[in-house]
């Protein structure tokens, strides 16, 4: 058995290490040196596409943490099944911001978006594999908000795939359906609320 607080310390580091690592590709060329402010501007605005990637792994590590707080088990140690879900799930947490790069300085190619998709659909997959063996969970609307957050995940992992065989640079666009998460789960609370 794996003590829960020694899993969860660690899985708060890596989430805090790749949540970080994350903006280091996101700087301006050494050689660059401006000359006024317009060509500052200018710079920024060739760092867009390492930023729109930057900040939807942001969003999805921050909600992959997020759900991974709120769900709510009686269980003080977890076994070997969890464990490796567990590790495989911190394992492809690392990966992000590796794949996060390749398709911030690749953004017009296909393949760059294949291996960020599927680092996050596998993410969504470990997710699942976690939640099946986690003990004693609670199945309240924390399990539901889980559940329904990770096949989003999956889903719009699976989107951005089919879209970058049409627009590579705008299939990651795909992955900003994980903001809704919050809001669709709000509106199945109410209406789960309204029905009892």
Not at 93 to 98: K, Q, S
Not at 107 to 125: E, K, M, R
């Amino acid at each position: 058995m794996y003590p829960r607080a020694r899993l969860d310390a660690l899985s708060d580091a890596i989430f805090g290490v790749a949540m970080t690592l994350l903006v280091l590709d996101l700087r301006l060329p050494d050689e660059f040196h401006p000359a006024g402010a317009q060509e500052l501007l200018e710079g920024f605005y060739h760092l867009v596409p390492k930023f729109i990637p930057y900040v939807l792994s942001f969003l999805v590590l921050g909600l992959r943490w997020k759900s991974g707080m709120q769900l709510r088990t009686t269980a003080e140690a977890f076994g070997g099944g969890y464990f490796r879900w567990w590790l495989f799930y911190l394992l492809l947490i690392t990966c992000v911001p590796f794949s996060t790069t390749v398709v911030g300085r690749f953004p017009d190619l296909s393949p760059a978006v294949w291996l960020y998709a599927a680092n996050t659909a596998l993410i969504a997959v470990a997710g699942f594999g976690m939640l099946a063996e986690t003990a004693q969970i609670a199945r309240d609307e924390f399990l539901r908000d889980r559940r329904l957050s990770l096949a989003v995940l999956f889903a719009s992992s699976l989107l951005a795939i089919a879209w970058s065989f049409v627009s590579p640079r705008q299939a990651l666009l795909a992955l900003a359906l994980n903001a809704a998460v919050p809001r669709l789960s709000r509106r199945g609370a109410g209406k789960a609320a309204t029905s009892k």
